[in-house]
């Protein structure tokens, strides 16, 4: 009977524990639900219910899709948005895992938290912030660098911000403030690869390079994915960046060269609520279907 007894005040106390955590995590669960739905799916029911109305709140269809595409504006940005999410997609990929892998390769403790901090840095500023500061680095009349830039045969602003270089340089910009935190993601996500998984590899004969493409990459594939669904998501939206450069070049750079300052033209300065929710809608259903490719092609969800 003893030993009965004590079995179910074990088993009990057991329950009682599992409940806890249960109501713990549905507590923390609630609180992102709470925030997702208030600043996340009303906003976006929101945007959707004006991208098929008109002013008046009467149903239009694909009208406002329709009037916006037809834009003279918005092919360019379209194009514009395109080419810089190539460059930066691009940039994420090879430079983010190439930095990760030989941040990890480093034996040095203090080094690599040394080069892990200075990666984190430029990420502490807010994108506006980190702008105005390229804003002088690209200034050759008030640069630091402006002997490099001089090499490169730029000696005045507008010709640094040429249309042409303008995705490079917002690739750039994003790099050098978005970067470091992925870079210090990946670095994690390498110290979570099996130590007798490395060790199997350097017993086979594996060098450096072979091991992080046949080993190393591959089981970062799913943080990869994961970057690049955000970074594609954040890279449609570019506003910031050609914002502020539209202002400080007195429109050389143009305030309509993405699609979300469209989208902010046709909100504030045609006075077209409905026009801008149509385009934002596209972003969303873009982002959305990008994400949903990069998942599917993946195996995101595979079990390991």
Do not use: C
Request: net charge neutral.
């Amino acid at each position: 009977m003893t030993v009965t007894h004590s079995t179910a005040d074990s088993a009990h106390r057991r329950r009682r524990g599992a409940a806890r955590q249960s109501r713990a995590g549905t507590a923390f669960v609630a609180g992102y639900v709470l925030l997702l739905i208030a600043f996340g799916i009303l906003p976006t029911g929101y945007a959707v219910y004006f991208a098929f109305t008109e002013a008046g709140g009467r149903f239009t269809g694909f009208s406002n899709f329709v009037t916006t595409a037809n834009d003279f504006r918005f092919m360019d940005a379209v194009n514009h948005v395109a080419v810089y999410l190539i460059f930066w997609l691009a940039s994420l990929v090879v430079f983010v895992v190439g930095l990760a892998l030989l941040l990890h390769r480093l034996s040095s403790g203090t080094v690599s938290k040394a080069l892990r901090f200075l990666f984190y840095i430029p990420g502490a500023l807010a994108g506006a912030a980190s702008v105005l500061v390229w804003l002088f680095v690209l200034d050759p009349t008030v640069s630091p660098v402006s002997s490099l830039l001089s090499m490169l045969g730029f000696h005045t602003f507008g010709e640094v911000i040429a249309p042409g270089n303008l995705p490079l340089l917002f690739t750039i910009i994003a790099f050098w403030t978005g970067a470091g935190g992925w870079i210090v993601v990946m670095y994690g996500a390498l110290n979570n690869i099996p130590k007798d998984v490395m060790e199997a590899a350097r017993i086979d004969g594996a060098g450096a390079w072979q091991t992080a493409w046949h080993v190393q990459i591959p089981m970062l594939r799913k943080w990869i994915v994961y970057m690049m669904i955000l970074a594609f998501a954040g890279g449609a939206q570019l506003f910031v960046e050609p914002q502020l450069l539209s202002l400080a070049s007195v429109g050389v750079a143009g305030r309509d060269y993405s699609l979300n300052q469209l989208t902010f033209d046709f909100a504030f300065q045609m006075n077209n609520i409905n026009g801008a929710a149509a385009v934002s809608v596209e972003l969303l259903v873009v982002s959305a279907s990008a994400a949903a490719v990069f998942v599917a092609r993946s195996g995101f969800f595979d079990a390991d």
